[in-house]
């Protein structure tokens, strides 16, 4: 159960912040320093680290809107998943425990699956320079994937294992 919820809170702070992938262009060499435009995206905001500003990306491409899907899916069976954990722990019934056992086991093996697939389509989209750049750089963009998107790689990892210790797990025996 604890890594299970490792595994939510790990997801959570990935969806929510900014540093799924660090775009940088237009790096300009003066006399007294160099001026580099760097801008942060995640799946719901960007931010241009040369003006300062979170913006809200308006016109996501498809690949972007299936990413969050992907990922807002697999957090909720992820969800799921820590509910029928909670159940299969506490609740006193024989009849329902194969039941709450199977279904923490199987939603948290498929949340990992979900979180991992998004996780390969936005590497590989932005990989191939769909980037979901708001405007057109000048210049070369050089991408590196961000602390955000391990975050969510370490978060699949953590559901699909939560989910195989499930698979292991017994009913732990409550002092009555």
């Known amino acids: 159960m604890v890594v299970m919820f490792l595994g939510w809170i790990v997801e ?3 969806i929510t912040t900014i540093y799924w992938a660090v775009f940088t ?8 320093r160099r001026i580099t435009i760097t801008e942060a995206h995640g799946l719901w905001k960007y931010c241009s680290k040369f003006i300062g ?3 809200r990306c308006e016109h ?6 299936a990413v969050r899907a992907l990922n807002v899916i697999g957090m909720m069976f992820g969800s799921g998943a820590l509910v029928f954990m909670g159940l299969f722990t506490f609740l006193h019934s024989e009849k329902w425990n194969k039941i709450f056992k199977s279904s923490a086991l199987s939603s948290a093996i498929f949340s990992g699956v979900l979180i ?3 996780a ?3 590497g590989a989209s932005v990989s191939q320079g769909k980037a979901p750049l708001p405007h ?5 963009v050089q991408y590196v994937l961000s602390w955000s998107f391990a975050l969510s790689i370490i978060a699949a990892i953590l559901f699909v294992i939560s989910g195989v210790i499930m698979g292991f797990a017994r009913k732990p025996r409550m002092i009555e």
Do not use: R
Not at 25 to 32: F, I, M, P, S
Not at 60 to 65: A, E, M, N, R, T
Not at 136 to 140: E, I, L, R, W
């Open 53 to 55: 500003l979170f913006v």
């Open 12 to 14: 959570l702070v990935a």
């Open 120 to 122: 390969i389509v936005y």
């Open 60 to 65: 996501s491409p498809g690949w972007l809107v």
């Open 136 to 140: 057109k750089p000048v210049g070369d």
């Open 116 to 118: 991992l697939i998004g």
């Open 25 to 32: 262009w237009l790096t300009v060499d003066t006399a007294q």
